[in-house]
């Protein structure tokens, strides 16, 4: 149906979307090119008469595939039934406004609505118990920024079954697809030409709360992921003195191997950028203040509450905080001590490089470990069965971690289903053991040379912990019992037995308690 964006047409529109924002309008557009018929609500009009504008002057016509509605009363009437309406709007309270606007608008208790934001996972834990008088609560949670939403996102649906048997197709049609022989993205950024074949990036994750957990998830190893480039650019940047167009040469290089991207790829395009005003390097121009709208806050939060070691995306998130203190460290500058150490010369630069990108990629092997280890855990928790070689291969395309590497990580999974950590897996393992004494290097030239990279390092600690069979927690249970009598397990006795020694007592008997 094609629409001169005038009337408001009844029960014919197969999807409604609310929310017209960055996202919003570009996974309408993208569900347009796959042939489903839109109908689009904002509250601000002039988006709603942008998107009708934008489909009309993409498609060079004089209509536009877009159903433009100005009420939920109009949006609900435009769609057929059972409807699905998909919300992109921000997190949190607008999401339950929204709902309980679409009741008061007439939504039926058949009816889908999908909530596609960054959504807390236990709020749609909730959200589905609240509502489930009123319509089928779903959620997809959606990777890839603008582009991704417009020409296929990475989806991580999540929610009933009978409510994904009714809007898988329609995810499945929309998500980024995947050359199934090589595990590489097929791309496209032409309007009205979507991808229709190979594997699409959407896979149904589980009961509500999943979907949204495991995005939490992808996105807490995206700022580890994020961190440790920053770090690797800042050692060439300090440590070798290179220029940013330099690092940008190196991690097109780098974009060949292992390494190999988006993430990457993205950071040499912004190191090689010029400022328009003074023609200096961008980077050097942008504020060195980090934003976050808090999914990687909320993933180190989930790691500490659930046990589940996960030190470098922590790390990002606190080399995030710590770069808002950007007074405060121009203050420090002035009156704290770094080395005394000269740059690393020359002749030196070729070795050092080839030493960080095996560091780039040992400490990518840990802070992807912890990811798994972490959602391995809540799923434990939740009682969710995660298929993580699944949730690997929806992560190849579409979304901002998407990298070659993720495939090692599917196929890691599907050897062994029940890998208790990746860094066991016979390939990473074996990856670690050769490449290890690189990463070793470059974090002792960085602690030498006074460059931070607390990512980098906090892997190295992950990984070396990891492997180690005693840790001095044991000396530290001492200490809990020396001084608040926390009691300790005893190698040599089953661990369920509990030990005391009474250590004001000069002679410090040992009691079973
Ligand atoms: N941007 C990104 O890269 C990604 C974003 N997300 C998530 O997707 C969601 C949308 O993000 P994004 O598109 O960037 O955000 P935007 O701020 O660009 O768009 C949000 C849209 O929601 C509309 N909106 C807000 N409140 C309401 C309401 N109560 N009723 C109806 N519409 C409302 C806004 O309307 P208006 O401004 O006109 O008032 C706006 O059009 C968020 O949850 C975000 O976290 C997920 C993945 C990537
Ligand atoms: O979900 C996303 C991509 O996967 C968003 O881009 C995310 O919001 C970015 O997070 P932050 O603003 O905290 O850096």
């Known amino acids: 149906m094609q629409n001169s964006g005038g009337s408001e047409p009844k029960n014919s529109c197969d999807i409604g979307v609310i929310g017209l924002g960055v996202m919003g309008k570009n996974l309408a557009l993208n569900l347009a ?34 159903v433009p509605v100005h009420t939920l009363k109009a949006l609900r009437s435009a769609l057929v039934s059972p409807a699905v309406i998909l919300l992109s709007i921000p997190a949190g309270k607008p999401v339950d406004q929204v709902c309980e606007q679409l009741i008061e608008a007439g939504i039926n208790t058949d009816d889908v609505i999908i909530d596609t934001g960054n959504s807390l996972w236990s709020d749609s834990v909730a959200r589905e118990q609240r509502f489930a008088d009123n319509f089928l609560f779903f959620t997809t949670a959606v990777s890839g920024g603008e582009v991704g939403a417009r020409f296929g996102p990475s989806l991580m649906p999540s929610g009933s079954e009978q409510a994904w048997e009714r809007v898988g197709p329609m995810l499945k ?62 050692i060439m940047r300090v440590a070798l003195a290179m220029s940013p167009s330099e690092i940008a040469a190196v991690f097109r290089r780098w974009n060949q191997g292992a390494l190999d991207s988006y993430l990457i790829e993205i950071s040499a395009e912004v190191l090689d950028q010029t400022d328009p005003e003074t023609q200096a390097p961008l980077v050097d121009v942008i504020l060195d203040k980090a934003g976050m709208k808090g999914t990687g806050l909320w993933t180190a939060v989930s790691a500490l509450q659930t046990g589940s070691p996960a030190q470098t995306i922590a790390q990002a998130v606190f080399a995030r905080s710590l770069s808002a203190l950007k007074d405060e460290r121009v203050e420090a500058e002035k009156v704290l001590a770094g080395p005394a150490v000269e740059t690393v010369s020359e002749t030196q630069r070729e070795t050092v490089i080839k030493q960080l990108e095996h560091a780039l990629y040992c400490s990518k092997i840990c802070a992807y470990a912890q990811g798994f280890q972490l959602m391995k855990a809540a799923a434990a928790e939740q009682g969710w069965t995660l298929h993580f070689a699944e949730i690997a291969k929806i992560w190849r395309a579409g979304c901002i971690i998407r990298a070659v590497f ?99 007592d000069p002679s410090r008997p040992l009691q079973l308690i």
């Open 173 to 234: 049609a929309i998500a980024a697809k995947v050359d199934p022989d090589t595990g590489k993205p097929i791309e496209t950024t032409t309007p009205g030409q979507p991808v229709k074949d190979g594997e699409p990036c959407a896979a149904y994750i589980g009961p509500n709360g999943a979907g949204h957990y495991v995005k939490m998830v992808h996105n807490g190893i995206e700022y580890a992921d994020m961190q440790l480039i920053c770090e690797a650019y800042q």
């Open 406 to 504: 993720l495939q090692s990580i599917s196929n890691a999974f599907d050897r062994d289903i029940e890998l208790p950590n990746l860094l066991v897996d016979p390939f990473f393992a074996e990856q670690i053991a050769t490449h290890q004494q690189d990463w070793r290097a470059t974090v002792a030239l960085s602690a030498v040379q006074g460059v931070a990279c607390p990512a980098m390092m906090s892997a190295l600690s992950y990984y070396d912990s990891y492997r180690t069979a005693v840790l001095p927690a044991n000396l530290l249970q001492g200490q809990r019992d020396f001084f608040g009598a926390h009691t300790f397990s005893r190698t040599d006795k089953p661990a369920g037995e509990k030990y005391h020694i009474e250590w004001s």
């Open 33 to 66: 090119d796959h042939g489903y018929q839109v109908a689009c609500f904002d509250l601000d009009a002039k988006r709603i008469d942008a998107i009708v504008a934008q489909d009309k002057k993409e498609n060079g016509a004089e209509s536009s595939r877009i």
